[in-house]
């Protein structure tokens, strides 16, 4: 594909549920980036991927997040027993690697809480 | 920490009329800026980016920002909008060498026809 997808876009969970979002970058991209865009904010970074080396997870709120991404392409992004406050939009970037590329964003996964 | 602040949260202009949001950010070493535009409907893309050389940068459709050391400012500026410019634009800080990027909450721009 041409550029960064996300699946599921939509996801509903109950409390209490966990969740698994899915970013493909794209191809060749050496570096991946998710972020968190609650309503009415930028997007905050969570954490930070080199290939298949997670470089900085600085950004994930509590132990309940969890990042992967094994082979060094697809990411998920895991939530373990979500909670209200984690309804958001979760973006994946990816780039070429450097600090002074772009970032091409994903259209992102909207988790409601209920 | 790095910090983004953008002035205008909603700013609302007729066509024609010049464009200039506010970027001010908070780390005092070097640092890459971008400005990203989120259409309605679409993904985040890149508008321009600064990481080096002319403090004077242009991007697509218009745009340019000045980077202002001095005042830790990477304003965004475009002369005369269109309707098509409605949209949310976010400004962001890399530190060179580092990986995330720090967004401000973004600035929402509505052109009248």
């Known amino acids: 594909g041409a550029g960064v997808s996300q699946s599921p876009r939509y996801k509903v969970a109950k409390r209490g549920q966990d969740v698994a979002l899915r970013c493909d970058p794209i191809s060749g991209h050496v570096s991946l980036f998710w972020y968190q865009q609650a309503l009415g904010q930028g997007p905050e970074f969570l954490t930070y991927?080199?290939?298949?080396?997670?470089?900085?997870k600085s950004g994930l709120p509590s132990d309940r997040f969890f990042a992967e991404r094994p082979e060094g392409s697809v990411s998920t992004l895991k939530i373990q027993r979500t909670q209200q406050e984690d309804s958001a939009v979760y973006l994946c970037?990816?780039?070429?690697?450097?600090?002074?590329?772009?970032?091409?964003f994903g259209p992102g996964t909207r988790l409601t809480v209920l | 920490a790095q910090s983004v602040s953008q002035h205008n949260h909603h700013v609302i202009l007729s066509e024609a009329a010049s464009l200039e949001l506010g970027c001010n950010y908070s780390?005092?070493?070097?640092?890459?800026l971008f400005w990203y535009v989120q259409y309605p409907g679409q993904h985040l893309q890149l508008l321009l980016k600064y990481f080096s050389g002319d403090p004077l940068v242009k991007g697509i459709k218009g745009f340019e920002a000045e980077f202002i050391k001095s005042k830790f400012s990477f304003n965004l500026r475009k002369p005369s909008v269109q309707w098509s410019d409605t949209a949310e634009y976010f400004c962001?800080?890399?530190?060179?060498?580092?990986?995330?990027?720090?967004f401000g909450d973004g600035t929402t721009l509505t052109v009248k026809p």
């Open positions: 991927f080199q290939n298949e080396a997670q470089l900085d």
């Open positions: 962001a800080v890399t530190r060179p060498g580092g990986g995330k990027s720090t």
């Open positions: 970037a990816s780039s070429t690697g450097t600090s002074e590329n772009e970032q091409f």
């Open positions: 780390y005092g070493g070097t640092v890459n």
